[in-house]
């Protein structure tokens, strides 16, 4: 932007004004003496009974309806991810033929012969032999040096998998929350690339936009390329905005029935049903005649009507993006327990804000690793080198619907109390210093709120002490892919 001399000047002098006051409020935060925050009987840290509700947290915001980004910013914000960010797949612009060196590449970069131990559920050593045959399964052997690209859509919340297998594998007997094979979900409607079947023929390995891993193939239909791309991209639609809905129960077609559909799960609707013509044997006024993809017995895709209950959460566009939007979104899956990769039909943190901002129509990667340094996102990070006054800093400015990433977790800001920032996040433990200096662990295991400052990395360190990038969802990151960084 071309700034005139007299109005750079002005610019100028704002720009050192906010700085200082920026430094200013840094320097009050760090230099005032560290909140003592109660424990409850209920043993987590900081939170009162009214904590635990959105309006709580709504009603302390100024500007809380205020629109963040807008359709138009987050439609160029989605394109821009699938172009600058390696760790997300543009299915439209894969070839239309896959070569050998691209499948067996895919595959290899997962689906790596365990290093170390794994235990079973039992706490039973996994067998070399049981290793073996998962390796063998992939069939790399079996991938043409040339095949034409196929594409399909899932039909089922369904598990991706790092070997094409349901069996369940932990670093420790007994720690049998994090399988160590369970990569992430797919949802009824995500659109994928076959590249490959295992040597059981049970198993694809499939391509979506944010994650390449093995799928059962009971949950894939196959189709045309514009089937399969066309299909999320049609209007009218439903954007499912709770936690999960269910369709209407239908013997006449079970493979949408009772289907469990999650939030931010997109789902074309058909306005010119015959008002009075049943959907599966039932009349359609109580209910959206929605279509979702089933696969028929040859493996194919077809496209069948469906009933999604009026009374469902769900919406006619994807929500506003504001604060208060937020807050609301993130509170609706408190309470569930975490589900490391989608297990135990959950989420875990990456999952949980990705689900979150799916329901505004934002995108973002799937794991904590891509979404913490995307050139896509506006984000700063913070290297080891980072001091305590720049940290800081990040803390007093941070904003509701701030991500904040730590090495393997991300939490979502949801306000202030008494100038203390406060979390929402799907954690598996959750730690925090008693009074006597040691560690305490909360056990959480699902989506908690919690204050920011006392949550410990490990024995020595905080969060915030170990803080990697903060993520702001307000506008498309500079074309120039700078990364502000924190020192």
Same mark, same amino acid.
């Given at each position: 932007? $071309?700034?005139?001399?007299?109005?750079?000047?002005?610019?100028?002098?704002?720009v050192?004004?906010?700085c200082?006051?920026?430094f200013?409020?840094?320097?009050?935060?760090? @230099?005032r003496?560290? *909140?003592?925050f109660?424990?409850?009987?209920?043993g987590?840290?900081g939170?009162?009974?009214a904590?635990?509700?959105?309006?709580?947290?709504?009603e302390?915001?100024?500007?809380?309806?205020?629109?963040?980004?807008?359709?138009?910013?987050?439609?160029?914000?989605?394109? #821009?991810?699938?172009?600058?960010?390696n760790?997300?797949y543009?299915?439209?612009?894969?070839?239309g033929v896959?070569?050998? @060196?691209?499948?067996?590449? =895919?595959?290899?970069?997962?689906?790596?012969?365990?290093?170390?131990p794994?235990?079973d559920v039992s706490?039973?050593a996994?067998?070399?032999a *049981?290793?073996?045959?998962?390796?063998?399964?992939?069939?790399?052997d079996?991938?043409p040096?040339?095949?034409?690209?196929r594409?399909?859509l899932?039909?089922?919340?369904?598990a991706?998998?790092?070997?094409p297998? +349901?069996?369940?594998?932990?670093?420790?007997?007994?720690?049998?929350d994090?399988?160590?094979?369970?990569?992430?979900?797919?949802?009824?409607g995500d659109p994928?690339?076959?590249?490959?079947?295992s040597?059981d023929?049970?198993w694809?390995?499939?391509?979506?936009?944010?994650?390449?891993? =093995?799928?059962?193939?009971r949950y894939?239909?196959?189709?045309?390329?514009? !089937?399969v791309?066309?299909h999320?991209?049609?209007?009218p639609?439903?954007?499912? *905005?709770?936690? #999960?809905?269910? *369709?209407v129960f239908?013997?006449?077609?079970?493979?949408?029935?009772?289907l469990?559909?999650?939030?931010?799960v997109?789902?074309p609707v058909? +306005?010119?049903?015959?008002?009075?013509?049943p959907? +599966?044997?039932q009349?359609?006024?109580?209910?959206?005649v929605?279509?979702l993809?089933?696969?028929?017995?040859?493996?194919r895709l077809?496209?069948?009507?469906?009933?999604?209950?009026?009374i469902?959460d769900s919406?006619g566009?994807?929500l506003?993006?504001t604060?208060a939007?937020?807050?609301?979104?993130?509170?609706?899956?408190?309470?569930?327990?975490?589900?490391w990769?989608?297990?135990? +039909?959950a989420?875990?943190?990456?999952?949980?804000?990705?689900?979150?901002?799916?329901?505004?129509g934002? !995108?973002?990667?799937? &794991?904590?690793?891509?979404?913490?340094?995307?050139?896509?996102?506006?984000h700063?990070t913070?290297g080891e080198?980072?001091?305590g !006054?720049?940290?800081?800093?990040?803390?007093?400015?941070l904003?509701?619907?701030d991500?904040?990433?730590?090495?393997?977790?991300?939490?979502?800001v949801?306000?202030?109390?008494d100038g203390?920032?406060?979390?929402? $996040?799907?954690? &598996?433990g959750?730690?925090?210093?008693?009074?006597?200096?040691?560690?305490? &662990?909360m056990?959480?295991?699902?989506?908690?709120?919690?204050?920011?400052?006392?949550?410990m990395?490990?024995e020595?360190e905080?969060?915030?002490?170990?803080?990697?990038?903060?993520? #702001?969802?307000?506008a498309?990151?500079p @074309?120039?892919?700078?990364?502000r960084?924190? #020192?």
């Amino acid at each position: 932007m $071309h700034v005139r001399p007299h109005s750079r000047q002005s610019l100028l002098a704002s720009v050192a004004l906010l700085c200082l006051i920026a430094f200013a409020a840094a320097a009050s935060h760090a @230099a005032r003496p560290p *909140t003592i925050f109660p424990v409850p009987a209920h043993g987590v840290i900081g939170v009162e009974d009214a904590h635990l509700g959105p309006r709580f947290w709504i009603e302390r915001l100024p500007q809380a309806e205020m629109v963040l980004l807008g359709a138009d910013a987050i439609a160029t914000q989605n394109e #821009r991810l699938l172009r600058v960010d390696n760790s997300m797949y543009d299915l439209r612009s894969i070839a239309g033929v896959l070569t050998r @060196a691209q499948v067996e590449g =895919w595959i290899s970069a997962l689906s790596q012969r365990p290093l170390q131990p794994r235990f079973d559920v039992s706490g039973a050593a996994i067998p070399e032999a *049981t290793l073996d045959g998962l390796v063998d399964e992939l069939e790399l052997d079996a991938i043409p040096t040339r095949q034409s690209t196929r594409f399909g859509l899932v039909v089922h919340r369904a598990a991706l998998r790092t070997f094409p297998t +349901n069996l369940r594998v932990f670093s420790k007997p007994g720690e049998t929350d994090i399988d160590r094979f369970q990569e992430t979900a797919l949802f009824p409607g995500d659109p994928v690339v076959i590249a490959h079947r295992s040597r059981d023929r049970k198993w694809l390995f499939v391509v979506s936009p944010r994650y390449a891993a =093995w799928i059962e193939a009971r949950y894939v239909a196959e189709g045309t390329m514009v !089937q399969v791309l066309g299909h999320g991209g049609r209007t009218p639609y439903r954007v499912i *905005t709770g936690a #999960r809905e269910r *369709t209407v129960f239908t013997p006449e077609q079970p493979g949408v029935s009772e289907l469990q559909l999650d939030m931010g799960v997109r789902i074309p609707v058909i +306005n010119d049903w015959p008002a009075a013509e049943p959907v +599966n044997g039932q009349h359609p006024y109580s209910a959206y005649v929605i279509e979702l993809p089933v696969r028929k017995d040859d493996g194919r895709l077809a496209l069948v009507p469906a009933l999604l209950p009026r009374i469902a959460d769900s919406a006619g566009e994807h929500l506003p993006l504001t604060a208060a939007n937020l807050i609301t979104q993130s509170f609706k899956f408190l309470g569930e327990r975490y589900g490391w990769g989608h297990a135990y +039909n959950a989420r875990d943190c990456s999952g949980f804000v990705s689900e979150i901002y799916r329901s505004f129509g934002v !995108q973002v990667p799937r &794991n904590t690793s891509a979404q913490a340094l995307s050139p896509a996102l506006d984000h700063s990070t913070f290297g080891e080198e980072a001091g305590g !006054q720049a940290r800081a800093a990040a803390v007093a400015g941070l904003q509701v619907g701030d991500l904040v990433y730590i090495p393997g977790h991300v939490v979502m800001v949801i306000g202030h109390v008494d100038g203390e920032p406060y979390v929402i $996040h799907d954690i &598996n433990g959750g730690s925090y210093l008693g009074a006597d200096g040691s560690l305490r &662990n909360m056990h959480l295991n699902g989506v908690s709120v919690t204050p920011l400052l006392p949550m410990m990395f490990n024995e020595r360190e905080r969060y915030v002490d170990r803080m990697t990038s903060v993520v #702001r969802i307000r506008a498309a990151a500079p @074309a120039d892919d700078v990364v502000r960084t924190a #020192r």
